[in-house]
């Protein structure tokens, strides 16, 4: 039979990294794919800001790779892009005082151990924040543990599935190679990274169809049809396609915002499974990095660290301030410093307007550093942040799965009727909320594809 030429064989929904992972696949196999994406860039939660101001690219999104064998690096390494890996080194701030937080990760590796043991004797799941109230370790290592669950997995610790936890743990050490192990940057910014995949697309078999909101999908075996509106809200022509591949934020999905037509209730069963995390990132350039300066580090280090010569200040972690950890832009030397804060303190922050965000993070930092808040302002060049919570097309940070959901990513993932197709970090159980997660689940999604339509 001869195919229908204007019709293509996969509309893409989202040019995230999961989005175009699948894209740069599906064309290269000769597939003809068309990517509807909302936004008038590509990348989604990869969000960089190159302001020449800036001796580093700036991060509103998606920062690290975290650790070697994920996805990310293999392919930043594919693109030739310049690489850089982090110092690793964490510090506590209490009352203007470092310590290197040197057993930090064997304290989380125990968490996950001792929730794999308890699974085992309950036989069900449970939230980690029954661990987090009982557990037999100082109040402060708690509080950390705490501080930890709710920043590195932007997760309630009261919703946060154990099993998600416990399984991580099970699969022999993963969790430390992923939050304790080896951290890298993209030198030039994640954006380099997406605008590769982009920049490798096919351009005889692909489009990318920018500032088009997709708004309902209407399908049957075979058969895909997208209607559209554009950035400015005008309606736009319906796209068809033989398949769709939807990659949308579990905030957007969650939201019934895209509506399906027959609706998919194998789908709500499994959305209900996951949970979207809230963030609050904040970048911020001072005059000076005022943090190197060997009086600085003398007042706040102890001898025999300060002595580790060549050692800055990487990431700390300030148990109790309202932002609790920091991070330099180490392995380069700049006056940029990263606020981080997720879930509860992260939502209350999104609650303020963006002037009340800056001086609640100056004052957390004045509590951190020691440094009197003045001096702090006095200092600040400029900030910059993304409120994704309020961001019509993310809708939150990254996913987490819920208690009772550990099979919801897997659930969301499977096709149905050999037409729709799912990919997404949250359609990723074992490296949910991550842009490895991402690219894979869209390499995934695009064999899928591959076995259904070649
Ligand atoms: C503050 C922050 C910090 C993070 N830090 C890290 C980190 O250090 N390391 C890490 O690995 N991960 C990190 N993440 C998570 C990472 O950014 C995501 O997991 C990953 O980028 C998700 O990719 P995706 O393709 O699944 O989704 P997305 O990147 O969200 O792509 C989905 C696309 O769909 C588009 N879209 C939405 N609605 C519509 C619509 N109606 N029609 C058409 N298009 C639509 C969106 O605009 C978007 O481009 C961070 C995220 C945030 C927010």
Request: overall charge neutral.
């Amino acid at each position: 039979m001869p195919r229908d030429r204007k019709r293509v064989d996969v509309l893409i929904l989202g040019a995230g990294a999961a989005g175009l992972a699948a894209a740069r696949d599906l064309s290269h196999a000769g597939l003809r794919v068309s990517v509807i994406e909302a936004r008038p860039r590509v990348g989604g939660r990869i969000l960089t800001l190159h302001d020449p101001r800036s001796p580093v690219p700036l991060e509103l999104g998606a920062e690290f790779i975290h650790g070697e064998g994920a996805e990310t690096l293999p392919l930043a390494q594919a693109a030739g892009l310049a690489v850089l890996e982090l110092p690793g080194t964490h510090e506590t701030a209490t009352a203007g005082r470092f310590k290197p937080m040197s057993d930090f990760w064997e304290l989380v590796d125990r968490m996950n151990h001792d929730l794999a043991r308890r699974l085992a004797g309950r036989g069900k799941d449970f939230p980690v924040s029954e661990y987090l109230d009982s557990a037999r370790v100082p109040a402060a290592r708690r509080g950390m543990l705490r501080d930890f669950v709710q920043g590195f997995y932007a997760a309630h610790p009261d919703r946060l599935s154990a099993q998600s936890l416990a399984v991580e743990a099970d699969g022999g050490g993963d969790e430390e190679d992923e939050v304790g192990g080896q951290q890298f940057r993209i030198a030039n910014g994640g954006d380099a990274l997406m605008k590769w995949l982009r920049d490798g697309l096919d351009p005889d078999r692909t489009e990318v169809r920018l500032s088009t909101v997709a708004e309902s999908v209407q399908w049957k075996r075979g058969a895909v049809s997208v209607a559209c509106r554009g950035g400015d809200r005008g309606p736009l022509p319906t796209l068809t396609a033989r398949t769709a591949l939807i990659t949308l934020p579990l905030g957007v999905l969650k939201a019934g915002v895209v509506r399906f037509d027959p609706a998919l209730p194998a789908k709500q069963r499994a959305l209900a499974g996951l949970e979207m995390g809230q963030v609050f990132k904040i970048v911020l350039r001072f005059r000076e990095a005022f943090w190197e300066k060997p009086e600085f580090l003398k007042e706040r280090r102890a001898k025999s660290v300060l002595n580790d010569r060549g050692v800055g200040l990487n990431f700390l972690h300030a148990p109790g301030a309202e932002v609790p950890v920091w991070w330099t832009s180490l392995p380069v030397r700049s006056p940029v410093l990263v606020g981080y804060v997720g879930a509860v303190t992260a939502e209350q922050l999104l609650a303020e307007e963006a002037p009340s965000r800056l001086e609640r993070s100056l004052v957390a930092l004045s509590e951190v550093f020691a440094v009197p808040r003045r001096e702090l302002e006095e200092l600040l060049d400029a900030s910059a942040s993304h409120d994704w919570r309020a961001d019509p097309f993310a809708r939150g940070a990254y996913s987490y799965i819920g208690v009772g959901g550990n099979g919801a990513p897997r659930a969301l993932a499977r096709p149905v009727e050999g037409t729709l197709f799912f990919a997404g970090e949250a359609t990723n159980g074992a490296e949910i909320g991550t842009v490895a997660g991402a690219l894979s689940s869209g390499r995934r999604a695009a064999r899928e594809l591959l076995r259904v339509l070649q």
